[in-house]
């Protein structure tokens, strides 16, 4: 298993370029299954997720080549077994999203139920309750989802809200099986995720006809058929954020190349309401933080209220700030296990449900810190640049999983993080 050993403090300057985006790229993969032929994905990252979901279609019957310069082939003509196994599921929760395309492309599907989440509890109920809505029968067999279409699906109206709001990777699977569904269907309480305006984007490309995309509100005409695709995924917000996060945390100053400012408004109007500057530049901007960091408030909210993915990201930048702030989780709200390590770098943290004050303090203190999840760890290298003296993170694959090397691509900024082996495991 392999270690990342940071030294600190730095100071990060310089340009850094954004990745094509994972969790844009995830569903669109999915959505090659809904055409039989062979779809394109342009520049995906290399990242240890979009490798296991290339398993998961390969599982299927698919034939799945990914070039040198990233591209990736995915050739769905055969499909010889619509089944998601425990063993990719357990590993990566976004393999749910096949199940919708499964569905509709071979009339039934078995696809394991996700499991258990470092960030909480995450039920896929109404990414059921849509498919049921759309006229599948589900039922759950040795923790598998078994569902079956074969009498086809039916246009619908579809309520997919739930109790943290809209659900992104649930509009994904219900709006992929409705592109081939017999009428229209009507999703209210779509997720407006930047992610699933770009996998409508995508499914318009191939043919379907959906309307009302950025919007709650999707109306999808069901089509006959769709044709394979050629697509190149939006930037990644979520890496763009971190990167911002992390000019600020060093009191650094980089430009963020390849990043949509329209993505992150919230993350911006933030960073602008603590002290940090943030200018457009050229598809990018450049993210500078030179004086004090101030106290704020952040609550996590669907797009574009501010995203779960940087909250942890925030929380060790914010550990920072002079003053007081407060942090409530709204989508996840266990999604605090950062906490106890940040900690262990002196951090000043305090939770009350899914609320923590965050104390800011004058310097954060190096320590060996454990990653537990993929926005967690960035959160620890964030605090581990900023930190006086040498971090130590284990279980660095939770990082990659998220962020293609992310060290290659801070080294030459300023920072000095190692990948090392770690021989204690
Ligand atoms: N929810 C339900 N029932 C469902 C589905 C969701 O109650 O059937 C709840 C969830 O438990 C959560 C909320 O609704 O409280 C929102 O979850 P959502 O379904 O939107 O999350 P997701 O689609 O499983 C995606 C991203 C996550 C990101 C969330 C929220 C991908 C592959 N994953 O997950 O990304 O945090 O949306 O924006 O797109 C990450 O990249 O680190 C990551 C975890």
Do not use: W
Not at 2 to 28: C, H, Q, Y
Not at 166 to 191: D, R
Not at 254 to 266: F, K, S, V
Not at 281 to 292: D, Q
């Amino acid at each position: 298993m392999d270690m990342f050993r940071i030294e600190g403090p730095v100071r990060l300057t310089g340009a850094v370029t954004v990745n094509s985006s994972k969790n844009a790229a995830l569903p669109i993969m999915a959505a090659a299954v809904l055409s039989p032929g062979k779809s394109v994905l342009k520049g995906a990252p290399r990242l240890s997720d979009i490798s296991v979901f290339s398993q998961l279609l390969s599982d299927i019957g698919c034939k799945v080549t990914t070039q040198a310069d990233g591209n990736i082939t995915i050739d769905s003509t055969t499909i010889s077994e619509p089944v998601g196994e425990y063993d990719i599921l357990r590993k990566m929760r976004a393999g749910i999203c096949i199940l919708g395309p499964l569905l509709v492309r071979c009339g039934k599907a078995r696809v394991s139920m996700p499991g258990g989440c470092a960030i909480g509890y995450r039920p896929v109920d109404i990414h059921l309750r849509g498919l049921r809505d759309l006229g599948a029968q589900i039922h759950l067999e040795n923790g598998y989802i078994v569902a079956d279409a074969t009498r086809g699906l039916r246009g619908n109206e579809i309520f997919l809200g739930g109790p943290y709001g809209s659900t992104v990777l649930g509009t994904a699977n219900v709006m992929m099986a409705a592109t081939l569904a017999k009428g229209t269907t009507v999703i209210e309480s779509a997720a407006c995720e930047p992610e699933v305006t770009d996998l409508a984007n995508c499914l318009n490309k191939m043919g379907a006809k959906i309307t009302g995309i950025g919007s709650p509100r999707l109306i999808i005409e069901g089509v006959k058929q769709l044709q394979p695709f050629e697509y190149e995924v939006i930037p990644d917000r979520i890496e763009a954020g971190t990167f911002m996060a992390a000019a600020a945390i060093t009191r650094g100053c980089l430009h963020i190349q390849n990043c949509r400012l329209g993505d992150l408004m919230a993350v911006v109007d933030k960073l602008r309401s603590i002290g940090v500057t943030v200018e457009a530049e050229n598809g990018g901007c450049i993210v500078a933080c030179s004086g004090r960091i101030n106290p704020t408030d952040i609550i996590t909210q669907p797009y574009p209220g501010f995203p779960t993915d940087l909250q942890a990201q925030f929380m060790a930048l914010l550990a920072l700030a002079e003053g007081n702030s407060i942090i409530i989780e709204k989508i996840f709200p266990d999604r605090f296990m950062h906490i106890a390590e940040l900690a262990r770098m002196a951090a000043d943290l305090r939770k009350e449900g899914s609320t923590v004050i965050v104390s800011g303090v004058k310097k954060l203190i190096a320590a060996p810190v454990m990653a537990s999840d993929l926005r967690a760890s960035a959160a620890l290298v964030l605090a581990g640049m900023a930190a006086d003296g040498t971090t130590f993170i284990k279980r660095v694959y939770h990082i990659d999983r998220g962020y293609e090397r992310i060290e290659e691509r801070l080294n030459p900024v300023g920072a000095k993080i190692t990948r090392e082996n770690d021989s204690t495991v």
